[in-house]
């Protein structure tokens, strides 16, 4: 018969290395999520191997333990949603992108519901926010690195399109409020914050992202009503940017009129290239309106629906995640596609009204409208951001249920 843990008086018993494990994978996933296009420059698969090692070591520990996932509504919307996206890639077989893109799909539902379980019993929700906002900050500085360095049009950094680089940066720059110091001495230094800010705002800027621009004006809008951002850090950071912009106007002031100039000739077409993407969703839309054109038909279908609007382009994404997933899946699916952040939403609005720390439940409310916002204009559903908040919100939800049911009262750490 082994002895027990020897546990000083004040103290916890250190975790198992299995739950170490699961900490670090998890928060490994998330980071590198951000930086994605810089592992897939070195290997093709590299991207995809921390979910996948995340996955493993879930089932591993769980099959271990003995222990069943938690289970929260939010995992019935993901189990319908998966079953609605494989009937509608059954029926479209013969696409060319229907497999490719179901592919896509699967893994971030499968991931989502892995992190609703890992937020609400090993990680916390704090953590995981703060390894994406890591992994953000290093995009940021990649973004800045290849407008002013490499002398790119555009700032891309890890990512081709700058305007998908705008939305990961976007969606980051709210969370940082729930990594501020708290009265328990817990925290990151506010100088890091505010580095981390200006960071990630320049990295927007030098993307001249008018969807991204959206996107944090919306989110920034919502923490401003609801009293979570003081409007002197917002000063602060503002006034950061402001130097570090001016620093970059004196050092490479060519380089930023010229991609400048060359936005002013790209939005130009954008607008009647995304219209024309949108009435041809719409169509399909229409003539498909259960189980859609399929994963990926959108691309597939493109030049038929659009009557070859396009020559240039004949295989493009909608720039419109609601529409896509409509036209592809269905409306059932956009249902369920748009019900999963809606239940985020009211799962974080119930965790706010009995937990005395707000700022988690802000961010992750904030994130999500700079998602919604930003996401009229792009095609976002590839991306971690909305299905790591969606996860966060469930899974803050989870924890507040448990501590009721074990009285333990109000949250002490999310």
Excluded at 111 to 130: C, F, N, P, Q, Y
Excluded at 191 to 215: E, I, K, Q
Excluded at 382 to 404: F, G, H, I, N, T
Aim: one cysteine or more.
């Amino acid at each position: 018969m082994s002895a027990p843990p020897l546990v000083v008086r004040g103290t916890r018993p250190a975790p198992p290395a299995s739950t170490w494990w699961l900490r670090a994978s998890a928060c490994a996933a998330v980071a590198l999520a951000p930086v994605e296009g810089y592992l897939t420059a070195v290997h093709g698969q590299l991207a995809k191997l921390a979910p996948a090692l995340l996955v493993v070591s879930w089932v591993v520990v769980r099959v271990r333990q003995r222990r069943v996932p938690l289970w929260h509504p939010l995992h019935l919307v993901l189990a319908a949603l998966t079953a609605l996206l494989l009937v509608s890639a059954a029926a479209h077989t013969q696409a060319p992108f229907a497999w490719e893109y179901t592919q896509r799909w699967l893994p971030f539902l499968v991931l989502t519901a892995l992190l609703v379980d890992l937020a609400a019993r090993e990680v916390t929700v704090r953590a995981l926010m703060g390894a994406y906002v890591c992994g953000a900050v290093v995009a940021g500085a990649g973004a800045l690195y290849s407008l002013v360095v490499e002398g790119s049009p555009r700032a891309t950094g890890p990512l081709q399109d700058p305007n998908d680089l705008a939305f990961v940066l976007s969606v980051a720059l709210p969370l940082l409020i729930a990594l501020r110091p708290r009265r328990a001495g817990r925290g990151v230094p506010v100088a890091l914050l505010v580095g981390a800010a200006v960071v990630l705002l320049a990295g927007m800027a030098a993307t001249f992202s008018r969807g991204g621009g959206l996107a944090l004006l919306a989110a920034g809008t919502w923490l401003l009503a609801r009293r979570a951002l003081p409007p002197r850090a917002v000063a602060v950071v503002f006034t950061g940017l402001a130097v570090l912009v001016a620093a970059a106007v004196a050092c490479g002031g060519q380089v930023l009129a010229r991609a400048l100039q060359e936005k002013s000739f790209i939005a130009a077409s954008n607008v009647d290239t995304r219209e024309i993407r949108w009435r041809a969703a719409l169509r399909m839309l229409a003539e498909h309106p259960v189980l859609g054109v399929g994963p990926g038909g959108f691309r597939g279908e493109y030049a038929a629906f659009s009557h070859n609007a396009e020559i240039a382009e004949q295989t493009p994404v909608a720039h419109n995640m609601f529409i896509e997933v409509a036209a592809e899946l269905g409306l059932p699916a956009f249902a369920l596609f748009a019900g999963m952040a809606a239940v985020a939403m009211v799962a974080a609005e119930r965790v706010l009204r009995v937990s005395a720390d707000r700022a988690p439940m802000l961010a992750v409310q904030a994130g999500l409208i700079a998602t919604t916002v930003a996401s009229c204009f792009l095609s976002e559903q590839y991306y971690l951001p909305l299905w790591l908040l969606v996860a966060l919100a469930a899974a803050a939800d989870l924890r507040v249920r448990r501590r009721k049911v074990l009285g333990a009262g109000s949250s002490r750490d999310q």
